[in-house]
């Protein structure tokens, strides 16, 4: 089996790469990464300080001379040149994991976050569509919009593009193009959409996540904030936020790697509520100085402090569509059957995860 992988370096991508060796290295041949150089790293430094970590599965750490003899590091330079390292060799998967996530709903962003995710997938596609026997694009579960209800799997029916930001609008883009494409070129598509991403669930160390982004941010703003003003925190009383454990969402993708299914999404089969999420997220960093409104609050209606200004005009103004969500149910019928979902309290996760973040000071892996 030869394997292409994007964004291996990345939260998901890594941990779908480890997942890769631990349920298929028998089968494997050789596992192409495709890897940009970072600061003084080049793609294979990065790949070696990944497989070096300490946080990393006992199964890698056990295994990792052999592991190496069957990894490829490709400077991503050449990622729309697969002759100059591929010659007349064929891939039986192209996994593209790599991803652009902007949630900014400023229209000058919307050309930047769609030629790194758009275009650039069509140009993964079209480079490689001659060499791949299949193409697994990771996508997210957030790609249909903002339409509440019961989701299923398949986001090619009925779809209103009632996005929240260009990110979602640019991965759902993808999935149609791919999906058309794949028919017109006889390759099987898989579009698997994991929901945001929290620390491992039953890979040790629980609770680690290689980088930390969204609720993580919420919970970072706001960490050792010593100031005596209040906020209020606009979000509405059924809001919810699904929330997926990294390592959970690396397994059930490499589990569905060999399958006929086209479309997955990665899910929980409930969301965690927004405020007593953010209630939890807000006592494991040790602010309580806050309430919550339905109201949206902007600078026309008045802020009550600099603090609450500060939040609107930062992180706020790309959380707030997401705090404000219709709420929504999963069909995980599909999804339970490939992979049960772990027993655990959603509170307690969230509070556990945040809690590890903290203390490890909300330090992004260097890889």
Known sequence: MKIILTGATGTLGSRILFSIFEQKFEKLEKVY???????ANSPQQRIQNMLASESIPEFIHKNSSSILDKIEVIDAKKMLEPTSYLQGENIDYFIHSAGYV???????????????????TKDIFNSYSDRIDKFVYISTAFSFGDVGGVLKNNYTENHTGNYRNYY?????????FLLEQGKVKNIPVQI???????G?????????ISKYMVFYLFAKFFNNNTSDESIRISTNTFTGLNIIPTDYAANVIVKVLETDIEQLNIVHAEETNMMKGISKVLDAVGFSNFSFTDEQITAATGFASKLEEFYYETIGVHLHPYLNSKPSEWDTKLL???????SYNLEDYLLQTVSFAKAANFRNQKW
């Open 336 to 342: 339970e059957s490939i992979l049960p979902m772990p």
């Open 168 to 176: 979602e609008a640019s991965k759902h883009a993808s999935e149609e």
């Open 102 to 120: 902007n949630l900014s709903t400023n229209p000058s962003a919307k050309k930047e976050v769609f030629q790194e995710n758009f275009d650039f």
């Open 192 to 198: 698997l959409r994991p929901s945001v991403l929290g």
């Open 33 to 39: 990464l495709l890897v940009r150089p970072k600061a």
């Open 200 to 208: 491992n669930i039953e890979e040790a160390p629980n609770f680690f």
